[in-house]
C-alpha cells in the first residue's frame, strides 16, 4: 500500500498526551485542528454531528416547503401524503445519517422538525 503524504492529514479525537509524529517516507503529515470532510461527511475532533444536520435539516426544510401545494391539498389522502413525507423529506433530512453518531440533544431536534412537518401536513 503506497500513501501520499500531501494528500494524508491526521485528526485526533480526545488526545491528551502530545501529538504523535507521523512520517510518510521523509514528510511529517499534516494536523487538523477541528474538523474536515470526508466523502461528503463532516468529521469533528469529537465525533459530533451537529455541524453536519444544520445543512441537512435545511434541505429537508426546503423540500417539505416545495411540497407545500400537496401538503395544503384537501383532496389528497393522508396516506399519499404520509408516503410522500417520507420518501422525499423524510430521506433528506436523514442522508448520510448511518455514519452519524447522534447525541440525544440532536436525536430530539430531529424528531421535533419531523412532528412539526407532521402537524402541519394534518393541519394542526
Same mark, same amino acid.
Given at each position: 500500500?503506497?500513501?501520499?503524504? *500531501? +494528500?494524508?492529514?491526521?485528526? @485526533?479525537?480526545?488526545?491528551? #498526551?502530545?501529538? *504523535?509524529?507521523?512520517? $510518510?517516507?521523509?514528510?511529517?503529515?499534516?494536523?487538523? %485542528? &477541528?474538523?474536515?470532510? &470526508?466523502?461528503?461527511?463532516?468529521?469533528?475532533?469529537?465525533?459530533s454531528v451537529t455541524d453536519e444536520m444544520s445543512p441537512q435539516i @435545511?434541505?429537508?426544510? @426546503? #423540500?417539505?416547503?416545495?411540497?407545500? &401545494?400537496?401538503?395544503?391539498?384537501? %383532496?389528497?389522502?393522508?396516506? #399519499? +401524503? %404520509?408516503?410522500?413525507?417520507?420518501t422525499s423529506v423524510h430521506c433528506v433530512s436523514m442522508y448520510v445519517? +448511518?455514519?452519524?453518531?447522534? +447525541?440525544?440533544? %440532536?436525536?430530539?431536534?430531529?424528531?421535533? $422538525?419531523?412532528? #412539526?412537518? @407532521?402537524?402541519?401536513?394534518?393541519?394542526?
Amino acid at each position: 500500500m503506497r500513501f501520499s503524504s *500531501p +494528500k494524508c492529514q491526521i485528526l @485526533l479525537q480526545k488526545w491528551s #498526551t502530545s501529538s *504523535p509524529r507521523l512520517v $510518510i517516507g521523509s514528510e511529517v503529515v499534516e494536523y487538523i %485542528d &477541528h474538523h474536515f470532510i &470526508h466523502l461528503g461527511s463532516l468529521i469533528t475532533h469529537d465525533g459530533s454531528v451537529t455541524d453536519e444536520m444544520s445543512p441537512q435539516i @435545511l434541505n429537508a426544510r @426546503l #423540500t417539505f416547503i416545495n411540497l407545500r &401545494h400537496l401538503w395544503r391539498g384537501r %383532496d389528497i389522502r393522508l396516506s #399519499t +401524503k %404520509d408516503q410522500v413525507y417520507s420518501t422525499s423529506v423524510h430521506c433528506v433530512s436523514m442522508y448520510v445519517c +448511518k455514519t452519524w453518531t447522534m +447525541k440525544i440533544e %440532536d436525536m430530539r431536534r430531529s424528531q421535533v $422538525i419531523d412532528h #412539526t412537518n @407532521l402537524c402541519s401536513i394534518i393541519h394542526i
